[in-house]
């Protein structure tokens, strides 16, 4: 195993060493090779060396070297080399990080990073985190969570009942939202055509001075970082009024977010950290592996029972998380029993 490892451990090195003296594209050779991946299915295992050496050497030459430092296409972002080493190590761990049972350390760490991503990023100390793939989950799960609240303040449990029949939701999006925040309304049944759009400006800004009234359960989605222009929407102005009218905001910063841990750029910021959630990528400017998407919501008790249905594995602060469990699992032997081990393990990682 371990000389397997060392190999794969040698291959990528090399790759990462020849980033800055190969093509960025892959070369129209490199493309054909892929050729050779077309084999049939065998129905004999093979040496895991000999299948190392096939990925590196058909693989490696046609994928595109985004992980250097003369790519500078759409706003991908390469890995940096403590970033990827610490991902190797947590792939050797192989952790099913879901519960703290079975995985103190990933929780621990994701304690410590929910921490420190709010102070970084200068929002709301009492906030909860989520650590999923993309900004693109990150913007259904934190539009999931604004469904939830707006439809529970009005009296209609959406994750038991649906959305036939429940009171409708106002969604303002501006001109120039990201497609993937439509995806997402997509998927939570609040519909992709049936968004109000409010106009922008040049550089692609909603216009505060364009707001509609709003009225009844409204969800606002503002952007920190248009991916056309960089532009960040006037997020105190529309967060003032939206919030004078009871409504949710919600804050795709997908790469634009992290403008908020420079002095020089936090300008441009200025205001998002009043909104109720955000969506930010860590594989865009924290240069962290792919997939890693965060999405952080003011209001961390959504996160409870009555949300368990849909994938809102936010990290909390211990007493509560370990509530949370010990609820869930009250009843049964096997619940209960299952309980006192995380809470044992609760215990260790976050001792009292
Ligand atoms: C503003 C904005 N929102 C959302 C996304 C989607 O990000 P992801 O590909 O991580 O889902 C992007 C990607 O470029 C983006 O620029």
Redesign the pocket.
């Known amino acids: 195993m371990r000389e397997l490892l060392q190999s794969a451990a040698a291959r990528a090195s090399t790759y990462l060493e020849n980033l800055d003296s190969r093509s960025v594209a892959p070369s129209p050779q490199a493309l054909a090779r892929l050729a050779e991946l077309d084999e049939v299915l065998p129905d004999q295992p093979c040496d895991a060396e000999s299948v190392l050496a096939l990925l590196d050497e058909t693989g490696s030459p046609a994928t595109v070297a985004t992980a250097g430092s003369r790519f500078f296409g759409?706003?991908?972002g390469g890995s940096l080399p403590a970033t990827l080493a610490a991902n190797w190590l947590a792939g050797a761990w192989d952790q099913n990080a879901g519960i703290i049972a079975l995985s103190p350390t990933a929780a621990k760490l994701e304690a410590v990073a929910m921490s420190w991503l709010l102070a970084v990023l200068g929002l709301p100390a009492g906030a909860g985190v989520g650590f999923v793939?993309?900004?693109?989950?990150?913007?259904f799960t934190a539009l999931a969570a604004a469904r939830h609240a707006l439809l529970q303040q009005a009296g209609w449990d959406v994750e038991a009942q649906g959305l036939f029949g429940a009171p409708p939701i106002t969604v303002i999006v501006g001109d120039e939202v990201?497609?993937?925040?439509l995806k997402a309304l997509m998927l939570l049944g609040l519909g992709r055509d049936r968004v109000v759009r409010v106009p922008v400006d040049g550089q692609g800004r909603m216009r505060a001075d364009a707001l509609p009234k709003m009225a009844g359960p409204t969800i606002v989605c503002i952007?920190?970082?248009?991916?056309n222009t960089g532009a960040f929407d006037p997020a105190s102005e529309i967060c003032a009024a939206a919030h004078e009218a009871g409504a949710w905001v919600h804050v795709?910063?997908?790469?634009?977010l992290w403008a908020a841990v420079s002095p020089r750029y936090d300008y441009l910021t200025d205001g998002v950290a009043d909104a109720d959630s955000w969506?930010t990528?860590a594989?865009?400017w924290l240069n962290v592996p792919?997939?890693s998407?965060l999405v952080i919501c003011r209001h961390a008790n959504i996160s409870g029972r009555r949300c368990r249905s849909v994938p809102l594995i936010w990290c909390r602060p211990p007493t509560a998380s370990r509530t949370i469990i010990r609820r869930s699992f009250r009843g049964g032997r096997v619940e209960s029993r299952y309980g006192r081990l995380y809470g044992r393990l609760a215990g260790q990682v976050w001792p009292t």
Do not use: E, M, P, R
């Not at 793939?133 to 913007?139: E, F, I, L, Q």
């Not at 990201?178 to 925040?181: A, R």
């Open positions: 759409f706003v991908v793939t993309c900004a693109t989950t990150a913007n990201h497609v993937s925040v952007q920190a970082g248009n991916v795709d910063g997908a790469f634009g969506a990528d594989h865009k792919y997939d998407g």
